[in-house]
């Protein structure tokens, strides 16, 4: 059973920096690529960024791209979005989720080609 925990939510004001961790249970994180997503009040859970199983190749929605870095640690099992100059349209639930293999590469952008979620957790930026 994997299990994904996230981590380092909160409240902040525009422009400042927050770091999410999600830390991943289970003997397989290597072979998972990772993935954060977000839902905000009343709009549909979207991609903001994935990484490959060896941390080698990361890819970002363009709304958060140049602000937001995802970045893993495999001996640690767990994955993390460091995420700076924070607007109030990023206020939402982020989600953490793993991709078992095989790998749905072509569909990394979707949330229906990921295997498992965490719970969420609530980051809100106040302007």
């Known amino acids: 059973q994997v299990q994904l925990a996230e981590s380092g939510g909160g409240s902040v004001q525009a422009g400042g920096s927050l770091r999410l961790s999600c830390a991943v249970s289970g003997r397989t994180f290597s072979t998972y690529d990772m993935g954060w997503f977000r839902q905000a009040p009343g709009k549909e859970r979207e991609f903001v960024a994935t990484?490959?199983?060896?941390?080698?190749?990361?890819d970002y929605a363009d709304s958060v791209k140049g602000r937001f870095t995802i970045s893993r640690d495999n001996a640690k099992k767990t994955v993390y979005l460091q995420m700076k100059s924070l607007k109030p349209e990023d206020t939402a639930v982020y989600y953490c989720?793993?991709?078992?293999?095989?790998?749905?590469?072509?569909?990394?952008?979707?949330?229906?080609?990921?295997?498992?979620w965490g719970q969420g957790t609530q980051v809100t930026v106040s302007s």
């Open positions: 989720t793993a991709d078992a293999p095989p790998i749905n590469y072509s569909g990394r952008y979707s949330a229906a080609a990921y295997d498992y």
């Open positions: 990484i490959s199983r060896n941390g080698g190749s990361t």
